[in-house]
């Protein structure tokens, strides 16, 4: 019998400034709560929503809000949809 597998998940990368943010966030409610954000990005990386750009130049910017939890991530996914790149971080 064949293993089910589910849905293939996009590799998470963060830029430098996030991963600045990322070295804030110390409570494990925070960490949780950024996680859970995470994932939900990493299995459908459309699930943002697309922030208007003034150009066309660079990488087309998302923004995932959980407002149960109260995480805001600001990111863009590469061509191939195998990385999504973190811009920002706001838990």
């Given at each position: 019998m064949a293993a089910q597998y589910g849905p293939r998940r996009a590799r998470i990368a963060f830029?430098?400034?996030a991963a600045k943010q990322l070295e804030?966030?110390?409570?494990e409610a925070?960490?949780?709560a950024l996680d859970r954000a995470l994932v939900v990005i990493?299995?459908?990386p459309d699930v943002g929503e697309p922030i208007p750009?003034?150009?066309?130049?660079g990488p087309r910017l998302r923004q995932y809000?959980?407002?149960i939890e109260s995480v805001r991530v600001l990111y863009f996914?590469?061509?191939l949809r195998t990385v999504v790149v973190v811009a920002y971080i706001e838990v």
């Open positions: 830029t430098d400034s804030n966030v110390t409570g925070e960490i949780h990493s299995v459908d750009a003034a150009g066309t130049t809000t959980d407002e996914v590469t061509a």
